[in-house]
């Protein structure tokens, strides 16, 4: 094994944090802006995955190897009356957690870039983007939170409002699907002789 180069990763996990921020920055442009300026909003997502990708892949390798040891990284931690680090800004940078984001990361890249092309003309293409910025933002800070606290904030905020402004009319598919769906279980009755 290598002796470890740093020996907590407090520098580098600014790294890891610096994409992630910009996701949740950039999920809070407006949707009307973010249509009008759909083809840099989309670039600016998808590369952020991308960089939140790489760094998060070379960190993963890093702590394989031994170059970097696993830790907690407290960003900011209030003065309460609680726990320590109860109320805390903190990430936890460990096997897992970089795997995780890594596979995140890489996935929302790959998403987001075969939307890049298929959502080419849509009209509500910044919406669909400012959705993934959030959603894997939220799911990246979820994979890295360093507390039960902000660990349930980020769950939460995968689960937000912001969640039906991608979902299509599905009153409408419902609708559609019922009276066919009505039809096929009429014709399976029947052919049991009920």
Request: charge should be positive.
């Amino acid at each position: 094994m290598f002796a470890p180069i740093v020996p907590f990763p407090g520098p580098l996990a600014v790294l890891l944090a610096v994409p992630m921020a910009g996701l949740f920055v950039l999920s809070f442009a407006g949707s009307n802006w973010a249509d009008r300026h759909a083809s840099k909003y989309r670039a600016a997502v998808v590369h952020l995955l991308l960089v939140q990708f790489l760094t998060s892949a070379v960190m993963t390798a890093a702590l394989a190897t031994g170059l970097i040891r696993s830790g907690t990284v407290a960003f900011w931690s209030g003065n309460g009356y609680l726990a320590d680090g109860l109320f805390s800004i903190s990430m936890r940078v460990d096997g897992t957690s970089l795997l995780m984001i890594t596979l995140v990361s890489f996935v929302g890249w790959v998403t987001g870039r075969y939307a890049f092309r298929y959502l080419n003309g849509e009209p509500h293409q910044g919406r669909y983007f400012r959705f993934v910025a959030w959603t894997i933002g939220a799911v990246c800070v979820m994979s890295m939170s360093g507390n039960l606290l902000m660990l349930s904030i980020a769950w939460v905020a995968t689960r937000t409002e912001k969640t039906p402004e991608v979902l299509f009319d599905v009153q409408g598919f419902i609708a559609a699907a019922l009276p066919i769906s009505r039809q096929v279980a009429m014709t399976s009755v029947a052919a049991q002789g009920w």
